[in-house]
């Protein structure tokens, strides 16, 4: 194994099936308060900072709409329905963390959510303890697509971009990954890979199981 290889995840849609977990509380207050087109909104938040999402419900809704009192009750309504470890883990995520950190890779988690909550998933779901650190939307400036958030992790891991392995989810994600000479590596989840995601990802894998195979092959585990 390279000891310069290091390995970055995105967190929602990654480690979490959460996506659609969130997307669904979204809607059901859109729909008590009649806001319209909530799920093409929702997908534009993706894979963004919270700052980012807000001048996108300003975009969508008016900018005198109330964008942080409405990302504050989506937030206690996702927290109250999956709190206590009831956040559904993506399959394979468990046995790829647990191979990388058998190898040594070193580990990172880089996700555009707020720190807090960050840690109170990775904690609950029993996976803080598999990363050497995390990147969080509220250590950085500048949102996905932006590299930022790769490149500071990348950083504080001592590892060069160009031997950092990204898993994303997320367009924005992917295209921040490329964008930092990293090796965008996608997990589709919500959003399926269009022409732009098969140019700029590496590769495109339908699950982490074969994301781990892949790994086998290029002597990363």
């Known amino acids: 194994m390279n000891n310069e290889t290091a390995v970055l995840f995105d967190m929602d849609g990654v480690i979490f099936d959460s996506e659609r977990a969130q997307m669904a509380i979204w809607l059901e207050i859109a729909e008590r308060e009649g806001l319209p ?7 534009r938040c993706i894979g963004v900072t919270m700052e980012a999402t807000g001048q996108i419900l300003r975009e969508a809704y008016g900018e005198d709409f109330p964008w942080q009192d409405f990302r504050r009750r989506t937030t206690e309504g996702y927290r109250e329905r999956y709190a206590g470890g009831r956040l559904p883990v993506k399959p394979g995520a468990r046995e790829l963390l647990d191979a990388l950190r058998a190898k040594d890779v070193p580990l990172a988690l880089a996700s555009s959510t707020q720190g807090e909550l960050v840690r109170q998933w990775l904690s609950e779901a029993g996976l ?4 050497d650190l995390r990147v969080t939307g509220d250590m950085v400036t500048r949102s996905k697509p932006d590299p930022e958030i790769f490149l500071k992790a990348c950083a504080l891991l001592h590892v060069k971009p160009e031997d950092a392995y990204v898993i994303e989810d997320s367009y924005n994600g992917v295209r921040a990954a490329h964008a930092g000479g990293m090796h965008a590596l996608m997990v ?8 732009e995601m098969h140019e700029k990802a590496e590769q495109i894998f339908p699950s982490l199981w074969e ?8 002597g990363v585990l």
Do not use: C, I, S, T
């Open 211 to 218: 994301v781990g195979a892949w790994f086998k092959e290029q």
């Open 37 to 43: 087109n909530m799920e093409a909104v929702y997908h």
């Open 128 to 131: 803080l303890g598999r990363f």
């Open 188 to 195: 589709p989840d919500m959003l399926p890979p269009d022409a």
